[in-house]
T-cell receptor, first 115, second 113 residues
Framework: DAGVIQSPRHEVTEMGQEVTLRCKPISGHNSLFWYRQTMMRGLELLIYFNNNVPIDDSGMPEDRFSAKMPNASFSTLKIQPSEPRDSAVYFC?????????????FGPGTRLTVL | GENVEQHPSTLSVQEGDSAVIKCTYSDSASNYFPWYKQELGKGPQLIIDIRSNVGEKKDQRIAVTLNKTAKHFSLHITETQPEDSAVYFCAASLSGGYQKVTFGIGTKLQVIP
């Protein structure tokens, strides 16, 4: 299994630009999570999808952030317009919800730098 | 909501010594407690987990203990090696259904050769 795949691994952009982060979950998993990691706040859950449907987006910072999951094998997290305070590492994780094996498996992350 | 506190934030041990990281949680309904290891430049990876129906679980050099009454759980690493150096996160969640996981702030472990 290839694990959770994220792209790009690194993104440097200027303030005001649109940023799109991509995630391919583990095949067969039905839950997908987007997290943001910073030194100050640690790992924060941004949004959770189950069977491609957004279930909890209470962690999305503001309207500049949006996430989609058009099918079971792809999700995007978009920031428009980006700001320097959005600089962080963004992780995607997937799991198989509803059975005992509900461990979340994380991707390698995307390091975002907004100048 | 759930709140997970983790300490210490940093821990340095000599190679071969043991390391202990402790966490407390607030929601007595939580029943699943995973531990993740994050190496530099990588995502967190599950190393061990424990469910509320057991008090201890061991996997080679790592073990976790859970005290549901006191709402705390701990990670124990014995015979530490330099490759154990990483950031370790504890977490708590309710297994099944919408299993929002709440993470601790992390412990940076340094094993000194």
């Amino acid at each position: 299994d290839a694990g959770v795949i994220q792209s790009p691994r690194h993104e440097v952009t200027e303030m005001g630009q649109e940023v799109t982060l991509r995630c391919k979950p583990i095949s067969g998993h039905n839950s997908l999570f987007w997290y943001r990691q910073t030194m100050m706040r640690g790992l924060e859950l941004l949004i959770y999808f189950n069977n491609n449907v957004p279930i909890d987006d209470s962690g999305m910072p503001e309207d500049r952030f949006s996430a989609k999951m058009p099918n079971a094998s792809f999700s995007t997290l978009k920031i428009q317009p980006s700001e320097p305070r959005d600089s962080a590492v963004y992780f995607c994780a997937s799991s198989l919800t509803g059975v005992s094996a509900d461990t979340q498996y994380f991707g390698p992350g995307t390091r975002l730098t907004v100048l | 909501g759930e709140n997970v506190e983790q300490h210490p934030s940093t821990l340095s041990v000599q190679e071969g010594d043991s390391a202990v990281i402790k966490c407390t949680y607030s929601d007595s309904a939580s029943n699943y407690f995973p531990w993740y290891k994050q190496e530099l430049g990588k995502g967190p990876q599950l190393i061990i987990d424990i469910r509320s129906n057991v008090g201890e679980k061991k996997d080679q050099r790592i073990a976790v203990t859970l005290n549901k009454t006191a709402k705390h759980f701990s990670l124990h690493i014995t015979e530490t090696q330099p490759e154990d150096s990483a950031v370790y996160f504890c977490a708590a969640s309710l297994s099944g259904g919408y299993q929002k996981v709440t993470f601790g702030i992390g412990t940076k472990l340094q094993v000194i050769p």
